[in-house]
């Protein structure tokens, strides 16, 4: 054994090192705006489906808080309270269905708005891997897609980009997050 091998002195058996085994935790949020002229209807559904599939995954076993129409501080409030014991190891899932606005926000209940920006700020307080999901009408003006012009890598990186710090195409390798979006 050379100097440079750990085990050179010692004098006991090795001790195998087990990474932790990663907790998943999922926060679903359905908005309907049922009291409103701009009702959607499947939202709700939405958020139902998403829940069914993640608890059929017996591989990784989501923890699921299920959610319908919050208003912009209340997203916030359960992204804290969802994940607060996060740790390096987890994945954290955020799941919207519901409707964005042109100002690249989600729209909350009672016209509320949570910005992309506002949403990585309470994003990023969570350690680990943070899935996004963003299934919202006008997602396309959110991520600015302009008309059947914009190429897939700009109309993408416009929504991720206050979720990463690295180059547009690098955006999924660094900063632990995955962020997909679907209008």
Do not use: E
Not at 128 to 133: A, H, M, P, Q
């Amino acid at each position: 054994v050379d100097a440079l091998d750990d085990r050179a002195g010692a004098t006991g058996p090795a001790v195998k090192m087990n990474p932790p085994k990663p907790v998943y935790r999922a926060l679903l949020v359905g908005n309907t705006y049922s009291d409103t002229i701009d009702p959607l209807q499947g939202c709700d559904t939405d958020v139902r489906s998403m829940k069914t599939v993640l608890n059929s995954m017996s591989a990784t076993p989501y923890h699921t808080n299920v959610q319908y129409d919050l208003t912009a501080s209340q997203i916030r409030a359960q992204v804290s309270a969802t994940f607060a014991d996060a740790n390096g190891s987890d994945i954290s899932l955020f799941h919207f269905s519901g409707h964005a606005s042109s100002s690249r926000s989600l729209a909350g209940a009672n016209t509320t708005s949570l910005k992309a920006a506002d949403l990585k700020k309470a994003m990023d307080k969570i350690p680990g891997t943070k899935v996004l999901i963003i299934d919202a009408c006008y997602s396309g003006v959110l991520i600015n897609k302009s008309g059947g012009s914009a190429r897939p890598s700009a109309f993408n990186s416009a929504f991720i980009s206050p979720f990463s710090s690295v180059p547009k195409d690098d955006f999924f390798a660094n900063d632990g997050y995955i962020v997909m979006t679907s209008c």
